[in-house]
């Protein structure tokens, strides 16, 4: 659908406000308004959303509420709710709302008629809840492994690095980059007696995980025989690639083509959650991303959180030309929340053209990267504070903590806070010279240090409180990013639910594989060629050249 007039008439709008001189600027609009901290600071069911130190101010958040209008976020909410396949480059629905669902809730119309998309959801989390409270009163493993790449590995991960707890009921592994170094590491920490291993894969032909898995799979049966295979889990959409590999039937668990790789870990793809964290953590996921789900569907827009964090992100992308985000979480259990939204939203919204296959008009998806606080403070931080462009930060608190060591939570709090406050109060000249005189420089040295030590200030930073890190929040948090990215991709008007610009590489890597052990085809770039023939060189027993 081509942009419509009253949009693109928003847009230009918006671009508008961004020229005016000052548009970047926080500070003034502190100064301005007294209550603005209270003004931009959003709530949904525990979860804080303040915006108030970004240059929002509510003369842009109505021109963004009314481009959220325009575009209809909220009509294809609703498509996406009730099943519309809004994923038109493959042909499908999206449906991830529905993993967490109570039965009965969503009644998604299918290619061949009407099914209820919880029913079939529940009855895999109902086999998923016996097979784990099985597993953990009959105590045969000690350890899952779970096989998997992309949203295969990185949201389950993320969430068991997050709640797994030292009594937790089993210990987890992750094998998912195709580096035989990676399993020669993992292998010596387990016993395949005690391991259970879980090939998670939507299509069940990634080439990564297929090289993994047989690499375990041959692990296993050398150590089991055949035996070894009842260590097999599937969780995969593709029962008979799962059958071929081994995979006893009753061991595989199902889900469905609208579940996107990076919307899965709710999926069958959470078994290693629910194995590693019990069942109850995981229900409870669910249950934290179910209301979160509900508040989206229901919140106003000016009130609609993952609505209010996608504006913020247009205004940073579209109207100042930021297009990089920090994520900074100052919680070392959410260590690995920024790689698991690098893939959500740089695999969803790294797209260049509309639904209709036009240009965008835009700017589209930001370059997400992020590590846990404080160690980003001595990492990257340096050039958030004083480097050329602004980079907008999402910092994560959490009030909580699930330790007995309080000083050490009030430092890191205090540090989180202290962030945000330096990114956006800066530190003028008169400040600086002061400090400096005081510490008994030179007025020669004041001067010639000066420069360096100023700080611009008004570097946006947006604050999410949470009270205490559990499953429920868990789930909270995550959704709310989920909605954002959808939020993004309606007022972007691109498809944030293929992922197309992955299948080159892909293609490229399968034709090179067999030229790196046999002759080399033309068609390669010079680079390419000089390339492999250097590996062939170097590696002369690997490359068949031994
Ligand atoms: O290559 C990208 C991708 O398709 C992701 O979207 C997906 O999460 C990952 O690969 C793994 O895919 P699968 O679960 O089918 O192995």
């Known amino acids: 659908m081509p942009q419509d007039a009253d949009a693109t008439a928003k847009w230009t709008e918006i671009a508008s406000l961004a020229r005016v001189p000052g548009a970047s600027a926080i500070r003034p609009l502190f100064a301005a308004d007294p209550g603005r901290a209270e003004r931009f600071t959003f709530h949904a069911d525990g979860v804080t959303l303040d915006l108030s130190k970004t240059s929002l101010s509510p003369e842009v958040l109505r021109a963004l509420l009314g481009l959220a209008g325009m575009?209809?976020?909220a009509g294809r909410r609703r498509a996406m709710a009730s099943g519309e396949r809004i994923n038109a480059t493959e042909d499908r629905a999206v449906l991830h709302m529905a993993l967490r669902a109570p039965r009965g809730t969503f009644r998604a119309l299918e290619r061949d008629g009407a099914e209820d998309?919880?029913?079939s959801v529940n009855d895999t989390l109902e086999a998923m809840r016996a097979f784990t409270l099985r597993t953990h009163a009959d105590q045969p493993y000690t350890d899952v492994l779970n096989i998997g790449i992309g949203g295969s590995d990185l949201?389950?991960?993320m969430v068991v690095r997050a709640l797994h707890r030292h009594?937790?009921?089993?210990r987890a592994h992750w094998l998912s980059n195709a580096d035989g170094h990676a399993w020669e590491a993992l292998r010596h920490q387990l016993d395949p007696a005690r391991t259970l291993v879980l090939v998670a894969s939507k299509t069940f032909t990634t080439a990564e995980t297929m090289s993994n898995a047989h690499?375990?799979?041959?692990w296993l049966r050398a150590a089991l025989g055949e035996a070894g295979d009842r260590h097999l889990v599937a969780l995969s959409t593709n029962r008979k690639a799962t059958a071929a590999f081994g995979v006893p039937e009753d061991q595989v668990f199902g889900f469905r083509d609208w579940v996107g790789g990076r919307f899965s870990l709710w999926s069958a793809v959470g078994l290693s959650i629910a194995l590693s964290c019990g069942w109850r953590a995981f229900e409870r996921l669910l249950a934290g991303a179910r209301a979160m789900d509900e508040h989206f569907l229901a919140a106003p827009d000016a009130e609609n959180l993952p609505l209010l964090m996608a504006l913020a992100e247009v205004w940073h992308v579209d109207g100042l030309g930021y297009g990089t985000r920090a994520v900074l979480p100052y919680d070392e259990r959410l260590a690995r929340f920024p790689a698991h939204l690098q893939q959500l939203e740089m695999e969803s919204l790294g797209k260049r053209v509309t639904m209709e296959g036009l240009p965008v008009a835009h700017n589209t998806g930001a370059v997400v990267f992020g590590e846990p606080g404080t160690n980003a403070q001595h990492s990257f931080m340096q050039l958030l504070h004083q480097g050329t462009t602004p980079v907008p930060a999402d910092i994560v608190l959490v009030a909580r903590p699930d330790h007995h060591f309080p000083a050490s939570h009030r430092l890191l709090l205090a540090n989180g806070l202290a962030q945000a406050e330096a990114l956006l109060r800066g530190r003028d000249a008169e400040e600086v010279r002061a400090e400096m005189l005081k510490s008994g420089r030179s007025a020669a040295e004041v001067e010639a240090l000066l420069p360096h030590r100023l700080f611009?200030?008004?570097?946006?930073?947006?604050?999410?409180?949470?009270?205490?890190?559990?499953?429920f929040t868990l789930g909270q948090l995550v959704a709310l990013y989920e909605h954002k990215v959808f939020c993004l991709g309606a007022l972007w008007d691109v498809n944030a639910f293929d992922q197309w610009g992955v299948e080159l590489g892909k293609q490229l890597a399968s034709a090179i594989l067999p030229e790196l052990s046999g002759p080399v085809g033309p068609g390669h770039d010079g680079s390419t060629a000089a390339l492999i023939g250097a590996l062939k060189r170097l590696w002369p027993e690997g490359t068949g050249q031994g």
């Open 117 to 119: 998309a919880s029913a």
């Open 215 to 218: 690499l375990v799979r041959d």
């Open 155 to 157: 949201g389950p991960q």
């Open 71 to 73: 575009r209809d976020v």
């Open 167 to 170: 009594d937790s009921p089993m």
């Open 456 to 471: 611009p200030g008004d570097r946006p930073s947006t604050t999410i409180l949470i009270p205490e890190l559990t499953p």
